[in-house]
């Protein structure tokens, strides 16, 4: 094994196209564990933490550009307004230990279905930017996940940073897991209104062999919103909407049964994160508190 | 050879105080540990030393067709390759009781991840790379996995030819023990009940999950010998199975006990110890060997999964009349602790109550699932679970009060077991359940209690933000349990205790040396307070744990305070006996209380039992230093009848109980345990502080088997699915609720000081309470442990 | 290859490391600093946290080479890290915040001491200067078979010098990366909220 320090970003990109084989390592989350249990043995090891570049975030006009390496405890202290699902997907990744270090980067990189931000990215909407020596390109999220755990990227090519669009309105993410923290998902729901072009987009993870949308689910619920006035008259979306709206989440999902869960359940489950994560964004838009449950103790 | 690196030193503890028992004096390891310091197993270091590595069966149960070690030795940095056919005696197996298990797979490996070679080389990325090159081709047999395909008339034998001393009272070659206990008549008595509830439970795989994994470094000796240091929990036990395989004399294998990384009854059977000891001899140098968490799950046995059938009757004004019921353990593919876990399961079958009519099979499997043994609370952990489901429904159909209903039929002093023993200790079960009952419910609605928002950190899902309080449903639940304390059925279960006192730097100073295991539970905290409250000395010495000195048993069975402290007390006892003597040589002509009174040993001072002080103990020893080395034994126990199961089995029981709040979510089955309170009944507490975080950690993996922890199993293929600490799942701090411990101190007469072992009573209640909670939630039945969130949404 | 870096103060080397290896795997066999534990080695039982440039991380998912250059604080320096940062005063500034006074959250001396017995001392490592959040753990029998403990301490210390009163939720999400098998995590609770205390009330 070698293990490659490139201390540019160019370095980088030059290290890879010398060593297409090169795994790229920066929160070491996934890498390391592989290499720990002698799953992995690796030609080469590209150590993307000297690339300071990569730990940075601008924020744009329409969009955030996030470098790969910025940590998910960053995102969660810094762009919670900007990126507020994906602040709240971070928030669920792991323990407080890993989300200093690990990245969306990775996540992508990885490209596992139960990844804690790809529902979140793609419920924003976002374009992941990867490079060669040969150029850049920007991939589309909904583009970037091509199989379990393969992504988009040619061999040659490294994450460099994911676009993600600001938030034009609120966003949720929830994740259903068998411990209170440090757990891989279940599966996972995330949800953003996007008020200024009046869609929803959504994102379901660990419940189909890649991330995916509910496309009818959102479709459905962009007509009906449409139809009832709702982005105007901000009024209540009724049950039977949110119902139909969760059940076509349930429906888009195409799980398996393994050690963390059902097949059955992860249908379930997001259906049921579905209906709570549109009731809370709703709930949001329309301008009053989150909470949806004011109990006596308050 | 020279010491290694981590080489346990004696530690040396003063006190301002008294610093004696019943104080919560501080352990005598904590500096050494939050320092980082203490040297685990895992961090012994000798230079020049070598890595082990085992390589394991990769399926469950096969034929071994071939073994092809030549690209493995090739491999420069390769020290050694072992297999089978290297093993250098005729004793080519080992285990508790029965000696079933091979030190190296034999022609069969019988479940996942068995031991098959063993590889010495310079670094450990070199020996897994040997490991990978060794070539075994197996032909694959079926798979034995339940009591279905264990006992069907055609099955294939788990173990050919056995011939321990159960086989010849089992009904099956594939049932390692079985062990009914009949008291009274249950046909009779079924006729008087009322009412007659059945249910048939299901208790999944648990892991001990200590968090050190099995480790050990063994260093050759110039006499041919070797010297083990290693993180077991009972030395003795070990030296008996590890010598024999290796041909040497047990005083040629020297075993030292370096840091434990705690044990939980994981440690009890041996796991890397002989390899390693094999590696060393044959080497030459020192070889140390580490488990990684993938392989800690393979390298020691587990719970045992259960499934338990029960029939329990009362009366209409809520008296029990019978209780009916078979407890099958899977065992796995070795016997381990099973024919005890058997004993305990069947003995402690229905629980504190009183029951005159009882009828109770307990039987364990050989499979070829991961085999299973000792864990906190073996067998009474799974009775539990199920009987007090059983209590929970029979009350409801009488239509009391659980808790009533527990109190009304609870046993007490006097109660005469279903094994014919008498309780013949205070039993204080109904009053255990009025005070967990009596202390003050958790406020609702907590995740409110923050501020605006909800914090989802006090809700079902925690941190992933799966609810804001929708769907969450409370509930409450108790549950009670007895558990014996000590090694039962005639085990000879004594424990040895060297104490020495002298005179250093003009300070009475004493020694305690034992071989008992500290493996976290603080042992050597106590033994400390017992020195000091016996020998009215502040300093004691706590000499390393080893084989230089005789038995103490095992850490487990909640018998190290009892037994070994025990052992500690009677020695000071004989060597306060000794330094008097001295005195009275000395002194003796000085003052006629040394004739005449009661005299004791206070503040370094002998004096009488009116307080008068008669001399110091510094002028008393001066240079002389007085040792006693012997052994203790608690009151003998009987075996159990093998067709009835009457026998004074158990020496002490231990009672604990549980009320746990819990908060639902109902409609995706996730679960936040917001308080478990404990109650217990610990005789006298030597240890206050000790004694709650006993109780406090015993509690917790009482929760981790209710709502996360198992071991899952493929039905077809006997493979374990999830040995890693990413798909098993143990509580981490954002699960775990405050646990209130109300602490009760009401003496046993037959045990030092009073005492009543603590460890593992309070694992057997909290998981049947945190179910009872949830079926209270949720008014589902729930009739297995762990519960996942599918069972909870019926989806 | 070669590996430089700062560990507790002190330049170290680490010669011919794999290129695998962890930067715990250096720490513990190669640097002789096994305070840091080896658990899980993936990153989900944080037995193994150390702070890396400040920050606390699972040094098993560190690759040793990643380490290059850096600065590694492990348990074995974590009394003379909080003796510096206590000189420097910078707890101090982050201790006299506002939310301290309101006694909205975070718990008192002495509530924080009402469990503890009383009148006991351990003389044993006499003379080791310890950080508070060390004392604290023996003193609130936060320590039972000790493995945890290297990696709750690094974790622990750093949440009060972010965290200085902090709420029991804020101490159980920031130890939420720390599994501890032995204790049930109570008295884990009470040592921090004794720590914290002790660092109110020193200011």
């Known amino acids: 094994m070698d293990f490659l320090r490139p201390a540019s970003w160019e370095e980088a990109l030059a290290a890879k196209a010398e060593h297409p084989t090169a795994v790229p390592i920066a929160g070491g989350t996934d890498v390391m564990v592989e290499i720990n249990f002698d799953h992995r043995r690796p030609e080469y090891l590209l150590d993307l933490n000297r690339i300071g570049d990569l730990e940075e975030w601008e924020v744009g006009e329409e969009s955030v550009r996030l470098g790969a390496s910025v940590p998910y405890t960053k995102i969660m202290e810094n762009l919670r307004g900007e990126l507020p699902g994906l602040a709240l997907a971070s928030h669920t990744v792991a323990s407080p230990q890993i989300r200093n270090r690990g990245g969306v980067g990775g996540n992508l990189g990885t490209a596992s279905p139960a990844g804690d931000a790809h529902p979140a990215l793609l419920a924003a909407g976002a374009e992941v930017e990867v490079e060669s020596v040969r150029g850049s390109r920007l991939i589309p999220v909904d583009d970037f996940y091509t199989g379990v755990k393969r992504n988009a990227l040619a061999p040659d090519e490294l994450i460099r940073a994911v676009r993600i669009k600001k938030a034009d309105g609120p966003q949720q993410y929830s994740k259903v897991g068998t411990r209170n923290a440090m757990v891989i998902a279940v599966c996972a729901f995330g949800l953003a209104l996007h008020p200024e072009t009046r869609t929803v987009r959504t994102g379901i993870g660990s419940a189909a062999p890649t991330p995916v949308r509910a496309k009818a689910a959102e479709e459905f619920l962009n007509a009906a919103l449409e139809e009832g006035g709702f982005w105007d008259n901000g009024k209540i979306i009724t049950p039977s909407v949110a119902k139909q709206f969760a059940d076509l989440c349930s429906g888009a999902c195409n799980p398996i049964d393994d050690v963390r869960g059902t097949a059955s359940y992860r249908r379930h489950a997001v259906g049921v994160m579905a209906r709570r994560t549109l009731t809370w964004t709703w709930e949001s838009y329309r301008g009053t508190a989150g909470r949806t449950n004011k109990g006596s103790a308050a | ?795 | 290859m070669r590996v430089n870096f700062t560990v507790n103060g002190r330049p170290q080397e680490a010669d011919d490391v794999w290129e695998g290896e962890s930067l715990l795997y250096v720490l513990r066999e190669r640097l002789g600093l096994p305070g840091s534990k080896n658990a899980c080695e993936q990153g989900e039982c944080g037995s193994c946290t150390v702070r890396l440039d400040g920050v606390p991380v699972c040094s098993c998912l560190v690759a040793a080479g990643q380490a290059e250059g850096r600065d590694v604080v492990t348990v074995e320096g974590l009394a003379d890290f909080a003796k510096q940062r206590g000189e420097q005063g910078g707890c101090a500034s982050g201790a006299s915040g506002a939310s301290g006074a309101s006694g909205s959250c975070g718990t008192s001396l002495q509530d924080a001491q009402g469990w503890s017995a009383k009148g006991q001392d351990s003389q044993t490592g006499e003379g080791t200067e310890l950080a508070p959040i060390q004392q604290a753990f023996i003193d609130a029998g936060a320590v039972q078979c000790g493995f945890c403990t290297p990696g709750l301490l690094v974790a622990a210390d750093e949440m009060l010098e972010r965290n200085p009163n902090p709420s029991d939720a804020d101490i159980r999400e920031a130890l939420s990366g720390n599994l501890c098998r032995c204790t049930g995590y109570e008295k884990i609770m009470d040592a921090v909220r004794l720590a914290a205390a002790r660092q109110g009330e020193a200011v």
Request: net charge negative.
């Open chain 2, 1 to 795: 050879m020279s010491t290694p690196n981590g080489t346990p030193t004696k530690i040396t503890q003063g006190s301002q105080t008294k610093g004696g028992i019943g104080e919560s004096t501080l352990r005598p390891d904590g500096t050494l540990k939050v320092t980082g310091e203490f040297a685990y197993s895992s961090d012994m270091w000798h230079e020049d030393m070598l890595w082990g590595q085992i390589l394991r069966s990769t399926v469950a149960h096969a034929e071994i067709v071939s073994i092809d070690t030549s690209e493995a030795l090739a491999l420069a940095g390769v020290y050694a390759v072992m297999t089978y056919d290297d093993l250098p005696t005729e004793v080519k197996n080992y285990g508790l009781e029965i000696q079933d298990t091979p030190v190296l797979a034999h022609g069969k490996v019988r479940h996942h991840g068995e031991p098959v070679a063993i590889v010495a080389a310079d670094h450990p990325e070199t020996a897994r790379r040997a490991a990978a090159k060794i070539k075994v081709e197996y032909r694959e047999l079926p798979v034995i996995t339940d009591e279905a395909s264990a006992t069907a008339p055609d099955a294939i034998l788990v173990h050919e030819g056995r011939d321990d001393h159960h086989v010849g009272h089992v009904p099956h070659p594939n049932i390692v023990h079985r062990q009914p206990i009949i008291r009274g008549d249950v046909a009779a008595a079924r006729e008087r009940a009322d009412f007659v509830v059945e249910g048939e439970y299901t208790f999944g795989m648990q892991d001990q999950a200590f968090l050190g994994p099995e480790s050990g470094l063994a260093v050759p000796e110039e006499d041919g010998g070797v010297h083990l240091y290693i993180a077991t929990q009972w030395l003795h036990s070990d030296l008996r199975q590890i010598a024999p395989v290796l041909g040497l004399p047990e005083r040629k294998v020297r075993m030292t006990l370096s840091g434990v990384g705690g044990a939980f009854g994981g440690r009890e059977d041996l796991s890397m110890q002989i390899h390693a000891c094999l590696l060393a001899l044959r080497t030459g140098k020192p070889v140390k060997i580490v488990y990684n968490r993938f392989e800690s799950f393979f390298g020691h046995v587990h719970r045992h999964p259960a499934k338990l059938y029960y029939e329990h009757g009362a009366t209409k004004d809520g008296k029990l009349t019978h209780v009916k019921c078979r407890i099958v353990l899977d065992g796995g593919a070795y016997a381990s602790a099973s024919p005890a876990v058997v004993g305990n399961a069947a003995s402690l079958g229905v629980g504190p109550y009183v029951v005159d009519d009882v009828d109770i099979e307990a039987i364990a499997l050989y499979t070829n699932n991961p085999p299973c043994g000792a864990m906190r609370g073996f067998g009474a952990v799974q009775a539990c679970f199920a009987y007090e489901a059983q209590m929970d429904k029979l009350a409801d159909a009488v239509g009391v009060d659980r808790v009533e209903f527990r109190q009304l039929n609870a046993m007490e002093q006097g109660t005469i077991m279903p094994t014919g023993q008498p309780v013949d200790s205070p039993a204080p079960v109904a009053e255990l359940l009025r005070r967990v009952k009596a202390m003050p419910l958790p406020p609702e609605q907590q995740w409110l209690s923050a501020g605006e928002e909800a914090d989802v950190r006090q809700l079902p899902g925690g941190l992933s933000n799966t609810t804001h309080g929708e769907g969450v449903v409370r509930g409450v639940g108790y549950a009670v349990g007895i558990k014996n304390v000590g090694f039962s059925e005639g085990f000879d279960d004594y424990s040895t205790a060297k104490v020495r006192m002298e005179v250093i730097a003009g300070e009475p100073v004493a020694t305690v040396h034992t071989a008992m295991a500290e493996v976290g539970q603080g042992g050597v905290t106590v033994h400390a307070q017992i020195a000091r409250t016996e020998l009215g000395v502040t300093q004691v010495t706590i000499h390393p744990a080893d084989t230089q000195v005789g038995s103490a048993g095992s850490t487990s069975a909640s018998r190290q305070t009892y037994v070994t402290g025990g052992a500690v007390k009677n020695s000071c006892e004989l060597v306060r006996e000794k330094v008097l003597e001295i005195g009275r040589r000395r002194f003796g002509s000085y003052h006629p209380a040394w004739a005449t009174a009661e005299l004791l040993l206070e503040g370094g001072k002998v004096v009488t039992d009116g307080g008068e002080v008669l001399a110091d103990l510094v002028d008393v020893l001066e240079d002389e230093s007085v040792e006693v080395e012997a052994e203790w034994r608690h009151r003998p126990t009987e075996a159990f009848d093998l067709r009835t199961g009457q026998g004074n089995g158990h020496v002490q029981y231990s009672f604990a109980a549980h009320r746990a709040v819990v908060e639902v979510d109902t409609e995706l089955g996730l679960v936040k345990v917001i308080e478990l309170a404990c109650a217990q009944d610990v005789g006298k507490a030597l240890n206050p502080l000790s004694v709650v975080g006993q109780i406090q950690g015993g509690t917790i993996q009482g929760l981790g088997v209710a709502v996360m922890e198992e071991i899952i199993v493929d039905p077809v293929t006997a493979k374990v699915r999830n040995p890693s600490f990413t798909d098993y799942l143990i509580p981490t701090i954002l699960d775990t609720p405050t646990i209130p411990v109300d602490v009760l101190e009401l003496a046993d007469d037959h045990a030092p000081y009073g005492l009543r072992g603590v460890g593992e009573a309070p694992t057997l209640s909290s998981t049947p309470a945190v179910l009872a909670a949830i079926r209270n939630a949720t008014g589902l039945e729930l009739n297995r442990t762990p519960v996942r969130p599918e069972h909870l949404t019926g989806s």
